[in-house]
């Protein structure tokens, strides 16, 4: 029973009225957002995914503590969350042998981009990023005025440091975003290469490292060997992928005391979840269940690799939870394979931007997801194929 | 079993470290952070309350088809949550009488205040306030380096309506908020009164309606009655109160769908948790458990403002979720009050500004919670009387 309360009547009784007065930034700002989700997609077509291998969710879902956590939480959600989420932060300073003055907690990776993006960026100030990779740091910093200066991916389909440190110097950055592993290649860069970029990155400078897929890079040390007290140095953690809590908007930053405290400043103070906040919590103390989610990711992945082979694509390295793989032909053509699996209703996606668009990225999955996948993919294959040679 | 990373290592190499160039608004921001828990204030004290009366959160708890749709959707947050909250959006259109495209969903009104602040304010653009009133939006705008104006509340502990206008003629406003029904005095304007003070807004300024409270304002008629298109007003609205969704952080605007969209430019599309989403469209569901609600509410405030009366002091009118109970005395007094209830375990709260700080403000709650209160509150007065003569 809804009552219909009624906003929708006699409108404005005078002639001319003039409309909100936005910000110059805001005017400039383009109107399409770059944002389509799996929902969106399946709404346009009318039709439900029959596999969900696009958005690298965690399919494998999260620890069972952390379901069991939210579901008791959830009956004491007329209480305002803890604004400085205490008791995970003091977890997660355990967890990393930090200080809990070292963590700062947001709304997902994304949120905490857009507070870095209010705390470091003001109109014309320098930013450096890699042309393709994930590119919500660039919405942001557009939505401040920013100056966004891209360099192309290396041609082994990393994020060229040199070529990032280059750009920073020359345009005085005041942030190089590095996405260590990398989305949407995969592609990671060892410790030590993140840990020499940092000394040479220039005075004033803020390597903003993106670790959304870090607890998934098992054959890797992504832990640059730099103090976690360092003022050159962000990183941004999530409990979006390793952890499978894609839904909670519940990530971290870590980073100086110093730096920290600066996101008080302007952060929203209760934009997270109480529920989101217990079910990290849970789920960070069930470290047992994330090591079973690497065995199984690496799995799938090597599955995902061997997929590709078969069909003549060749798989990017990746240490996440996807596999991108190269079609070997154009970005069109890539375009055309995702639209056929589609077709077939699987939900994949692809690199936004060349050299990486000629690949698709297909997430880790179950077993029987994966066989669904490959079923499909020679199918769509085929079909794109034909289509493309039109 | 918590693996131990190794952040805390060799530390910078280098002789000179510079730290991030923060914008020199933000450089100028206070560090004093303006929101202090409960949470904060048990931690401190080392004891939990007896009874949570301080935060205006709705102690009775959601509907329980909301607690149900929570604990469910909790299995399905490994995928991430619907960026446009199509569900949500399309039932609150249906509600409202309006389209969806009317709507925006974000992480509660603070978050949507973020937005607004983010949408209109930039550095030295001109706001009108109340001196006392809702204080958050004044630190998003200070954030952006706004330029706040505050008009003292009026003498009836209303909002000045003609105040503010005058205020926001005088000083070019770009937004006139006002809180209605208003926190933290509970008291309310008539639709009238908001539907003139809109036709008399200077050219170019937008009314910021935040009506947080509105589900609990049962007798009173709080829908101006103005076009939701109309470019002058913008409305919040939130499941924290009336819905007892606190803990959920997630909230709505109600406006032109030129105004909807421009959040779409600058907000964060993926802040609102998946649980949240699920909460919310079931506890809008259920409209009978509202009234439920508002019977209860109701009865509390009658009882709140019984148990003032008979100590002396007057309660303000409500059309909230709280009473605001005039102490009789200064700001001080009301501060040894207050300090007094916590001694005994009681958590309320205060205005923070004169001249509304003579009052003490109680959330309404279950007769259990406020039989303690009542109890509490004799002696809480007497020693604050006799530390207030010293």
Redesign the interface.
Known sequence: ??????????????GI??????????QG???I?P?V????IE?SRGRKFAV?LG?N??????SPRA?EA??A????????????S?QLRAALA?????ATSNIVVG??V??LL?YTA?????PG?ALVTTHGTYPTLNYFVA?RGGSLHTVPYGSDDRQDLDALLAKAWEVDA?VVYVVNPDNPSGTWHPAERIEAMI?SLP??C?ALIDEAYHELGSDFDA?A????????V?RLRTF?KGY??????IGYA?GSS??M??F???R?????????QA?ALAA??D??YLQQVRTRVCEARSELEAIARAHNMTPLPSATNFVTMDCGRDGLFARLVLAELLELDIFARMPGAAPLDRCIRVSCSSASDLAIFQQALPRALDKAQARWEK
Request: charged share 25%.
């Open positions: 029973m809804r009552s219909r309360v009624s906003l929708l009547t006699h409108g404005a009784r005078r009225i003039t409309g909100p007065r936005f910000t110059s930034i805001v700002l383009p109107s957002v944002f989700a799996p929902e969106e709404r969900r958005a969710e965690l399919t494998f879902g999260p379901i939210m579901a939480a959830a009956a004491d959600v007329w209480m305002y969350g803890d604004p400085k205490q355990v967890h990393h042998g930090v709304e997902g994304d949120g857009a209010h705390l470091l960026v003001g100030d939505g005041k000394e005075p004033g803020v832990n060997r730099v103090a976690v007290d360092d003022l050159r962000l979006s499978g809590l894609a839904g909670c908007r870590l110093e730096i405290s600066a008080d400043k302007i929203n103070h209760f934009g997270v979840s109480r529920i989101s079910g960070l103390s470290q047992q």
